[in-house]
C-alpha cells in the first residue's frame, strides 16, 4: 500500500528565517511522507543569511531558496496543502487566504532570530537555537503514525507538540 504524502505550509510574516529553516529541515527529514513549503504575509525579498548558514552548517542544502509571499500558495494551481504551520506570533494572527482544501492549521510560535541584535555571534546562537526548537518538533511530526495525522487528531497533536515543545524549552532555560 502506497505512503500517504503531505503538504506542509510553514507561515511567518518575513519568510526569511523559521519558515524558511522550517521548510528545509522538513524536506530533509521528511524523507518523501512530508514535502516543506514556506512563505510569509510581507515576506523581506531575501532568506536571511543566518538561517542559510545554520542550514548549511547542518549539511542541508539551501539551493533555490527564496523568500515568498503566501498568496502563492492560495492559487489556483499551486500544491495543495494538508498542514499550515505558523511559526511566528504575528502570522498566528493575520488574516490568511483561504486555502484549496481546508487544511490543519496549528501554531508553533518560536521566537524570531532575526530581531536579535548585538555581535554576530549573538545572532548566530539566536539561529541555532531556532533551528534546534524547530528540528524537534519537525523530527516529532514526521515520527508521527498515519493515523495520528488524520483530520481530526492532527490538529490536536500538531498543537500539541507546539505547546509541549515550548513548555520543554522554558524548563530547559532554567
Not at 549539511?59 to 505558523?86: C, H, V
Amino acid at each position: 500500500m502506497a505512503q500517504q504524502e503531505y503538504n506542509v505550509l510553514f507561515l511567518c510574516t518575513g519568510n526569511s528565517a523559521r519558515s524558511i529553516m522550517a521548510e528545509v529541515m522538513l524536506n530533509h527529514l521528511g524523507r518523501g511522507r512530508f514535502h516543506g513549503y514556506s512563505a510569509g504575509s510581507h515576506p523581506a525579498g531575501k532568506v536571511n543569511p543566518f538561517a542559510i548558514e545554520v542550514l548549511a552548517n547542518a549539511g542541508l542544502s539551501t539551493n533555490g531558496l527564496r523568500s515568498k509571499n503566501w498568496e502563492e500558495y492560495a492559487q489556483p494551481g499551486a500544491a495543495q496543502m494538508d498542514f499550515i504551520l505558523t511559526v511566528c506570533d504575528n502570522a498566528a494572527g493575520e488574516m490568511c487566504p483561504v486555502w484549496p482544501g481546508k487544511p490543519i492549521t496549528a501554531h508553533w510560535g518560536v521566537a524570531d532570530p532575526a530581531s536579535v541584535e548585538g555581535t554576530d555571534e549573538k545572532k548566530r546562537s539566536a539561529f541555532r537555537e531556532a533551528a534546534t526548537i524547530l528540528r524537534r518538533r519537525i523530527e516529532l511530526l514526521v515520527s508521527l503514525p498515519s493515523e495520528k495525522l488524520d483530520r481530526m487528531s492532527a490538529k490536536k497533536q500538531l498543537t500539541e507538540l507546539g505547546r509541549w515543545m515550548a513548555r520543554e524549552k522554558d524548563v530547559s532555560a532554567t
